[in-house]
């Protein structure tokens, strides 16, 4: 299984920025995913989620601003975050939920 985000970067607060999760290895279309985002020193945090039927999950920091989103042709979850606040500034991570496989990261910092 290999998951492969990308979309990460340099934005000003209030700005937008859309991450992609390219997933191979795996029949995508079971299993839900998820977004996590971790800080230094802390542990990660769900941000997102998305089950196999397209339902979505956000804890109240992110609702209102953060998508989930799948394209289960191909293979792909993405993450649109809108309205972003310099303590969304973390490295994002794509996951399988319940299963213990991630990706490598992609850095998102919010300049204020």
């Known amino acids: 299984v290999q998951l492969v985000e990308s979309g990460g970067g340099l934005v000003q607060a209030g700005g937008s920025l859309r991450l992609s999760c390219a997933a191979s290895g795996l029949i995508f279309s079971i299993f839900e995913m998820g977004w996590y985002r971790q800080t230094p020193g802390n542990q990660r945090e769900l941000v997102a989620a998305?089950?196999?039927?397209?339902?979505?999950n956000y804890p109240n920091s992110v609702k209102g601003r953060f998508t989930i989103s799948r394209d289960n042709a191909k293979n792909t979850v993405y993450l649109q975050m809108n309205s972003l606040k310099p303590e969304d500034t973390a490295v994002y991570y794509c996951?399988?939920?319940?299963?213990?496989?991630w990706g490598q990261g992609t850095q998102v910092t919010v300049s204020s």
């Open positions: 998305i089950t196999s039927s397209g339902s979505t």
């Open positions: 996951s399988i939920i319940k299963h213990d496989y």
